[in-house]
Nanobody
Framework: QVHLVESGGDSVQAGGSLRLSCEAS????????MGWYRQAPGNCREWVAR???????YYTDSVKGRFTISRDNFQNTVYLQMNSLKPEDTAVYYC??????????WGQGTRVTVSS
């Protein structure tokens, strides 16, 4: 079983930056892709970014050029560097880890609030 713990959420003003972290523990050797989703109040959870074990990154269009996902396989940690934050980025951000059997583990979420 994999366990994920996110950190780094905070309240910032528009244009600011935050770095989210997600540390995995447990059966980390089984983890393939990792990534981030977010859920704004009243909205469904939406995909933000994903990174393969080899380090190939993918982003949803709304964050391209502003967010960077990275991964440290030795630390079993995935990061989301968020720059030029906008009020519409306000959400609870959830880390996920997919294993090689396509099972997904979720973190508990970390809240990001961007004020205008």
């Amino acid at each position: 079983q994999v366990h994920l713990v996110e950190s780094g959420g905070d309240s910032v003003q528009a244009g600011g930056s935050l770095r989210l972290s997600c540390e995995a523990s447990g059966r980390v050797f089984s983890i393939n892709d990792m990534g981030w989703y977010r859920q704004a109040p009243g909205n469904c959870r939406e995909w933000v970014a994903r990174i393969t074990k080899e380090g190939t990154a993918y982003y949803t269009d709304s964050v391209k050029g502003r967010f960077t996902i990275s991964r440290d396989n030795f630390q079993n940690t995935v990061y989301l560097q968020m720059n030029s934050l906008k009020p519409e980025d306000t959400a609870v951000y959830y880390c996920h880890a997919d294993d090689f059997a396509f099972r997904t583990t979720w973190g508990q979420g970390t809240r990001v609030t961007v004020s205008s």
